[in-house]
């Protein structure tokens, strides 16, 4: 089974040969299989959104080596990386980031087009994610007139649309009630075994993290399963 994410022996400090320098990576590893759901569960602080930015070719460590679908970016190019974000990787937020002035439909059809699909093709893709997640009438809305739940829920279309090897997730039901906040987790699930990708979701919620396949904690900067 090839592996969607490699992190080897990670390093990240801020504020480097200053007074006030955190180390707030000290020799991460970790490595996903294609099809597997990995939780990361920190305390605040922790820096585990430094390590999904790293992961998601965002932010570059300090040391170490970062490889998405087998393909070594460790040292790779702006224009690499970007392009590497663009065709493997899917990244969904706490807060949903819908382009406001444009429907649910287009939120995810434009990834698509960035990514070199045709209009057509990329308007199926999209009204058939949004179907999966029960959002079939809500195409032609804008993010304004949506639920949070159904914000989140096309958030997650829009992460998926280009059909990613990875999907990186930060608290991606932080903001919602616990019964959307299952119902969109569920349906998050439902997909990482129906297409194999993988996902590293960063969530405080513990009964979440109980049903994904492994859960990680991050706690002075390493990583302990």
Known sequence: MSNALQLEMLEKCYNRGQPNEIAVLRGVNLTIPAGQAVALVAPSGAGKSTLLHIAGLLDVPDAGRVAIAGQDLTGASDRARTAARRADLGFVYQFHHLLPEFSALENI?????????????????????????????????????????EQQRVAFCRALANGPKLLLADEPTGNLDPATSERVFDMLMALVRETGMAALIATHNLELAAKMDRVLRLDGGLLTE
Do not use: F, I, M
């Open 109 to 149: 059809v434009l990834p698509q087009l960035a990514n070199g699909t045709a209009r057509r093709p990329a308007e199926a893709r999209a009204r058939d994610l949004l179907a999966r997640v029960g959002l079939s009438e809500r195409a032609d809305h804008r993010p304004s007139a949506l639920s949070g739940g």
